[in-house]
């Protein structure tokens, strides 16, 4: 059964950027999509993007065009989510996760929280 | 402010049944599948239902979906202490090219 493991908790600046990674273990990312879903702490989920890993191509959600890019490496079978310009307001846990074809996150990684403060 | 409007808490009693709404457009909910999502205090989300009231493996049958036009209910009977969380509806918003979920919906079991 495919795991997705996460990098470990970032503490950052504002105006730098963070890059998680999300792995997946014991298997591949095979031709599903990896989405990126933020938590803000105390509020709701919000997805970021994602990314179909066996064609490289991405695409955000309007909110954060331009300040994140989301990448694949099919060799390792890891996935990158790396934000940028980085205010208070982008304190969260982020998580990635596998879609079914429905659009369905079926598998999730553990989270990884990201904060940022000066 | 969310695409899918949920109500902000429901409660019932263990053994009970409680339903939790999840109301969108055409552009979501209306023309596209929805799933749910448990997520217990300090964990990730988990998937309840897909494709409107599917059950991935290992889901109780206790926990239910449906759809109707633009809005959709999750169903859980038999209420358990365990079953204690927060709730999230979530569907493809083809309008916004997009994933949108809900605010959430916290249960509480008395």
């Known amino acids: 059964q495919v795991q997705l493991v996460q990098s470990g908790a970032e503490v950052k600046k504002p105006g730098s950027s963070v890059k998680v990674s999300c792995k997946a273990s014991?298997?591949?990312?095979?031709?599903?999509?990896i989405s990126w879903v933020r938590q803000a702490p105390g509020q709701g989920l919000e997805w970021m993007g994602r990314?179909?890993?066996?064609?490289?191509?991405?695409n955000y959600a309007q909110k954060f065009q331009g300040r994140v890019t989301i990448t694949a490496d099919k060799s390792t079978s890891t996935a990158y989510m790396e934000l940028s310009s980085l205010r208070s307001e982008d304190t969260a846990v982020y998580y990635c996760a596998r879609a079914l074809g429905s659009h369905a996150f079926d598998i999730w990684g553990q989270g990884t929280m990201v904060t940022v403060s000066s | 402010q969310s695409v899918l409007t949920q109500p902000p808490s429901v409660s019932a009693a263990p053994g009970q049944k409680v339903t939790i709404s999840c109301s969108g457009s055409s552009s979501n909910i209306g023309n596209n599948y929805v799933s749910w999502y448990q997520q217990l205090p300090g964990t990730a989300p988990k998937l309840l239902i897909y494709d409107n009231n599917k059950r991935p493996s290992g889901i109780p049958d206790r926990f239910s979906g449906s759809k109707s036009g633009t809005s959709a209910t999750l169903g859980i009977t038999g209420l358990q202490t365990g079953d204690e969380a927060d709730y999230y509806c979530g569907t493809w918003d083809s309008s916004l090219s997009a994933e949108v979920f809900g605010g959430g919906t916290k249960l509480t079991v008395l």
């Open positions: 014991g298997g591949t990312f095979s031709s599903y999509t």
């Open positions: 990314i179909i890993p066996i064609l490289g191509i991405a």
